[in-house]
């Protein structure tokens, strides 16, 4: 059984069940067909797109439209009509990128020309996209290979802004084959960065597993990564293991803790966790301690190993691997990070939990950074890093009747827009500029009843271009 902790912290941020207000200004709002996420104060939030086909990752062109993986189905390009506000209408939408197998990984080049998406094998590039256009005028050359492996088959894309040119690639483990997660030229468990700017078209593609720059091993499945706007320091969110076990005893219920990891920068300033092993899949860290056994000395994000024998131990962990530089609580499912522009903040998506009889997380969630620094403001050891922006009011009826946040952007007007993978849709969040009141729960926008009606799309999925076709057996999960 599930203990209540998690949903105590959720309470303790202070959000209510959906405080819903009616905004008659918007003329086109769509309603969620579950009970709307609740938000903090100082928020306001309003679903704005749905129907699509598990929406992952989203980014903005240059001329401000929305590209979005839809996974298992390619990369549609939406404009949209905007009202101000959160009062956006998609006004016209087409199939970019048709290629089933782009699965999650979506990147922009800084000059807005080249697209990079990937599948479970490779990283692609689309050159030539005209943002007015909404055109791309080769198919996907192929720039990063050699990534298939069953289970965990997102390949997470992040084009950096400090160091032009540099694509940052993390791929998870093979579960059902941890062990080989422990060989570094296995290419298993890691994120890697990648020089593409000497790569033109017929150019071989690098092989994810021998090429590029290793800037952590030993993740299981660090899916969210992103560069801190400052300091240019690159973290990541790591989904930790299920069905943790200590010394033959079942600790997965509250263990091991989701992770926030340090790598480092791209600049070529060594740091003491760049390269650097993080301990999956014999060390994971500490969420709640009391769980554990044997657990003298040890402290919330502090690594556990999973047995203690003559070559592991705890000490040995701590020794070894790179602890998180914060922890979050069990089966949360972090996807996304992306840093406020000022670096002050960073906001996650969590996921949640798969399993029905144990429903947590599904939130989005932001953490206080020292803008200077690029470092959390908290210490290693917090249990409360996390502070709550939207979440879903009752956990209960998740995962299956509930929004499941995934990928995260931002537009230049400061909004932050997000997916939900399971439900098809995009949210648009926006701060007020006033100071919240400390007990006032935020806005979720839904219509007035003669605003129902006028809701909804034109889809015309028009496809532009014929992409890669292969089609590889995704087994697998979309964590
Ligand atoms: C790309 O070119 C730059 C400048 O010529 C060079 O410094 C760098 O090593 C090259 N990168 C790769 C991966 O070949
Ligand atoms: C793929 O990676 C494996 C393991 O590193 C390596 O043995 C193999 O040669 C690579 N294949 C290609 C086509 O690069
Ligand atoms: C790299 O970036 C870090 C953090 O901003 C900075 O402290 C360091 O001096 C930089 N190194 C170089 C070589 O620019
Ligand atoms: C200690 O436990 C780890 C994890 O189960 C295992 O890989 C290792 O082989 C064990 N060492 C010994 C000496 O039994
Ligand atoms: C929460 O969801 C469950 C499962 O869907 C449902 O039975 C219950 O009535 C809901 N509770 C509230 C307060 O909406
Ligand atoms: C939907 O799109 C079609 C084709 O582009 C267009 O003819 C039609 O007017 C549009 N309908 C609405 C309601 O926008």
Redesign the pocket.
Known sequence: MKTDRVAKTALAAGLSASAVVAQSACSTVLVPTY?PPAVASGWQAQLIVGGLTKPRSIEFDSEGNLLVVESGKGVTRITFADNGGTCLTASQSSLLLDDKTLNHGLAVSNDGKTIYASTVEAVFAYDNYDAKAGTVTTQGRSVIANMSNNDLVTRTLLMSKKKDGTLLVSRGSADANAANAQIVSSGLSQIRAFDLTNLTSGSKAYNYNNDGLVLGWGLRNSVGVGEHPVTGGIYAVENSVDGATRDGKDVHENNPGEELNFFGYLNGTTSQTQGKNFGYPHCYAVWDVSEIPDNAGLTVGQQFAIQENSTLSDEICAEKYIAPRLTFPAHYSPLDIKFSSDGATAYITFHGSFDKTNPVGYRLSSVAFNAQTGEPTASADSTSALTDIMTSP?S??CPS?CFRPVGLAWDKAGRLWLTSDTTGEIYVLQQSTSAPSSTASGTIVTPTASAKNAAGLNWSWETKVLGYAAVFVLGAWLL
């Open positions: 009970t009752n209960t009826a009747g």
